[in-house]
């Protein structure tokens, strides 16, 4: 009957569309709905429920206006948000490998529920795969005032708060000021770690054999946990996907909340965001950023106004993950980070990207970021047949996704622990223009999802021969590395650059013709190659950004 039992209560799931031995166990509630008496808190505990309840459909996104191809939207009044969705296989072993995945979205938009994640072909590799819906927008990241009519510092640790518009009241530790913390997002996340802790055993998984995975702003969620000791011990693996380079202090995040409220018409205190529904503040975002994108004198929120992200809040996190990482605090827990060769392209090819078309922009650009004019030159000069649009793109797919995510994995292998590198190079000429290794590209590979049309878009149509056995090649990477922190090749032992070796992800017609175009014809061992001669475009500038540095940058 596809039946499951949690501490919370029996679970129906269902055969998976495409393999019947898969079962698909979807909506599952790991917190409570985090709206009312519990809005801008922590997780709470769910409910416990009788008799079975069905998980045959996914649940209710976060507050978002994002409508995403072949996802739900969201709308007002959709709280039951933090949920979750198992794949395992009906007749497994058990103490199988868990993969647990934390989608990206610049921490505004996405959901568990998008075809690119549909687990069915990886657990059919042999594992059990988890993805989950967090909070995200202000109701994840937004930062609350500490106080304000609702608290004060001389209020007694055990009152109650009643929130406009709920029903009830929640006994809370209302002088504290993790009452209502930062990184509620990232709290969810490990919410929902500890559910699977506690459950995935009556799934086949083994609680202790956990790898988190995320990619774009699901990586940096990661990498956040990765380092955070509340999380220690919920997993011992992590898979990081073009992890963006953006991590604010409280007092940029308490910038933002000022500029959301006031376009919200709301106070910029815990009664007035409290007063204020979700789909006002969502709506209140998107103005915000919309007004960032259209001032070109805004200073770096202009060419990408994501406003959103982690906060250094002292309880939580204390330092950016790169930081954090060279410092020690990613543990015993092993890496594996692969970002795009063309990250930056796809940005602007949907839109949310300023366009730099002249010099002026450019060299605004670099000043506004704090680029040295060496670093511009040397794109410049290895991109010499390319639109000046181009060198924007490469430098922007370096600073923000590409040589965070390698410092990353540097970082932590210089601090002593095990991480793997890879690029993922997978392009393809078709009528009308060059399909690139954009952003996001890589993921439908990763999980064999490329039959789904919703990404067609990313991938370049249809797949043939040659992208299916690459999809496999990844799908198997990630599952020898869940299943044995071996993804199929050499981990770093120091910086990459000083002879270690990198998967680079492409096809084998593109390998073929690497081949073909060097001094005799070499083929590289199963895309593996040195990371010294990292010196092209398609290779992400190492050279150049490790003569530069990089800026750790704030949503």
Known sequence: MDVFTTKSGRVRGRRAARDGGIVAVLGVPYAAPPFGARRFREPQPTEPWDGVRDCTAFGPVAPQSAELPGAPSW?????????????????????????????GGAYVFGSSAQPDFDGTALAGGGLVVVTLNSRLGFEGFGHVPDADAYADSDADAGSALLVPGADSVLP?????????????????????????????SAFGGSPDRVTLAGQSSGATSVACLTVADRARGLFRRAVLHSAVNAFATVEQAARTTAEVAAAAGVPATRAG????????????????????????????????????????DGVLLTADPLEALAAGAGGAVELLVCHTTEEYWLLDAVGSSAKITSEEQLAAFAADFGLPASLVEGHRERLPDAPLLDVYLSLYSGLLFAEYST????????????????????????AGGRVRAWHCADIPFAFGNLHEESVHFLVGGPPGAADQELSR????????????????????????????????????????????????GARRADGVRRVEDDRGAEHGFRDLWRTAGLPLLAP
């Open 473 to 520: 090649r990844m799908a198997r990477a990630w599952a020898g590395f869940a299943a044995h922190g071996d993804p199929g090749w050499a981990p770093l032992d120091g910086p990459a650059g000083g002879g270690e070796t990198v998967r680079v992800w492409r096809t084998e017609e593109e390998e073929a013709a690497d081949a073909a175009r060097r001094p005799g």
């Open 172 to 200: 809370v530790p209302v002088s504290s000021a993790a009452a209502f913390p930062d990184n509620r997002g990232l709290l969810d996340q490990i919410a929902a770690l500890e559910w699977i802790r506690d459950n995935i």
């Open 75 to 103: 709308s007002p009044g959709d709280e039951d948000i933090l949920t979750l969705n198992v794949w395992t296989p009906a007749d497994g072993p058990g103490d199988l490998p868990v993969l647990v995945w934390i989608h």
């Open 273 to 312: 965001l409290l007063a204020a529904p979700p789909e006002a503040l969502v709506a209140a975002t998107d103005r915000v950023c919309e007004r960032y994108a259209q001032d070109p004198g805004s200073g770096q929120r202009h060419y990408d106004p994501a406003i959103y992200g982690p906060v250094a």
């Open 407 to 430: 410092r990353l994995a540097e970082a932590h292998a210089l601090a002593g622990g095990r991480a793997f590198l890879a690029r993922f190079d997978r392009r393809r000429d078709r």
